[in-house]
């Protein structure tokens, strides 16, 4: 939620003279998410990306996830469709890097604003209210948008900076409590990317706060989405005082409105369903061998080097989705993929999981920031490999970022060989 400003956008769809096939559902397999990484076809996207039916990838699940890395997706894309660095769709890669960057330097510190916005915190409401939740607001953008959540487990980028737009400065709803909300349902929900775009779209991770008014939305979304006559039917001016200001809070329902029907919210889940087939941590199991962890943020294929007899298990650790809860189509997406590289899976927190692992001859696993906090005390994982690179000092914008990682590189062929280097 981040790339879009404003009413000066891209061209819709019917800029485009064609858009390229659907490549189906999104299904968690390595097949799928190839199948959607062929269909790529970078100027469509970059053309009509900000459109709700416009040409994107829907590769966030499979990259969220691990499936694919980010410089496999760029290889196989350039390998057909030759990109200059600066073209949108390496653009995009690189603000998934850059929230992880941060994350990086600032740590624990995304979870609070990283400046002040619009209004001090304290001006908005720490809870999402209920006709958000179920999509009863009477503003059919934003009623559209949760139903499409709720039904799919995946938002288009551009609505989502809507229906955050929308809870943050017009309902005055604090920022930290719909990005909490929207990764709990997200099936590419990272935190990262999620709650420092909820931060850029309210004002406390970028210079201005992001606003939309209806004309936006009837530019870039189908007619169901259109909502004349609602609160955001004004000028981006009125917005952006209305945004400012600590009283003015959209009526909900809209006035007049007619709502969609109400919305049931999915239930969240700590822990993985019983039909994935979890079992208890086994010390006997790992006795003397050497152990591979899989866990939900490296669901990509084995590293070829396993040394033979190497133990795969499968891990979901409880202390980090006690936090962060799931929808139950996210816990099936992953546990399918996971139960396909791993025999085992284990649910457990990080103290028993750790006490298990302690008779290992060794243990490997991708590091990964999601589960480091509690696994950085007993076992030492491998990095991933980078797409762009390293930038040592902490960046406060993505254009600092982009500039200092992307210094002296052309095009996307010299930026993977950085990739591949030693």
């Not at 064609?18 to 999104?26: I, V």
């Not at 920022?175 to 909490?180: F, M, N």
């Not at 029907?261 to 239930?267: M, N």
Request: charged share 15%; proline share 9%.
């Amino acid at each position: 939620m981040h790339q879009v400003q404003g009413a000066n956008t891209d061209h819709s769809p019917s800029a485009a003279p064609w858009l390229p096939a659907d490549p189906g559902p999104l299904l968690p397999t390595l097949a799928a998410a190839h199948a959607r990484i062929a269909a790529v076809h970078p100027d469509a996207y970059a053309r009509t990306r900000n459109a709700l039916d416009g040409a994107v990838s829907g590769l966030s699940p499979y990259i969220s996830h691990g499936f694919v890395t980010l410089a496999e997706v760029l290889a196989n894309v350039n390998a057909r469709h030759a990109l200059d660095i600066q073209h949108k769709f390496v653009y995009e890669l690189g603000w998934r890097a850059f929230f992880r960057h941060v994350w990086q330097h600032r740590g624990a510190a995304i979870w609070d604003s990283l400046h002040e916005g619009p209004l001090p915190d304290h001006a908005y409401t720490p809870a999402l209210p209920e006709d958000i939740r179920q999509g009863r607001t009477g503003v059919p953008v934003v009623d559209m948008a949760v139903h499409t959540l709720y039904t799919t487990g995946t938002l288009h980028n551009h609505a989502r900076m809507w229906l955050a737009s929308y809870v943050v400065h017009l309902r005055k709803v604090h920022w930290r409590a719909g990005a909490d909300w929207l990764y709990a349902h997200l099936l590419d929900g990272d935190l990262a990317s999620n709650h420092l775009s909820w931060q850029w779209v309210a004002g406390t991770g970028s210079s201005k706060p992001y606003l939309f008014n209806a004309d936006n939305v009837a530019r870039f979304a189908p007619a169901p989405w259109h909502s004349p006559g609602s609160s955001i039917d004004t000028s981006y001016e009125a917005l952006d005082l209305l945004a400012r200001d600590p009283r003015a809070i959209a009526a909900a329902p809209h006035p007049g409105a007619t709502p969609l029907a109400t919305t049931t919210e999915p239930h969240l889940l700590t822990a993985p369903p019983s039909a994935l087939g979890i079992t208890q941590a086994d010390a006997a199991l790992v006795e003397g061998r050497a152990v591979w962890l899989v866990h939900p943020w490296s669901l990509g294929d084995l590293p070829v080097d396993l040394a033979p007899g190497t133990v795969v298990i499968g891990l979901y650790l409880s202390d980090f989705h006690r936090l962060w809860p799931w929808s139950e189509a996210r816990w099936r997406f992953v546990g399918t993929r996971m139960a396909q590289l791993a025999p085992v899976c284990w649910h457990a927190d990080a103290a028993t999981i750790g006490q298990a692992l302690r008779g290992a001859s060794q243990v490997g696993f991708v590091a990964e920031p999601h589960l480091m906090p509690w696994l950085k005390p007993w076992v030492r994982g491998s990095q991933g490999p980078a797409l762009f690179p390293a930038v040592g000092q902490p960046c406060t914008s993505f254009s600092q970022w982009w500039s200092r990682s992307t210094r002296g590189i052309a095009n996307a062929t010299e930026l993977l060989a950085l990739a591949k280097s030693p």
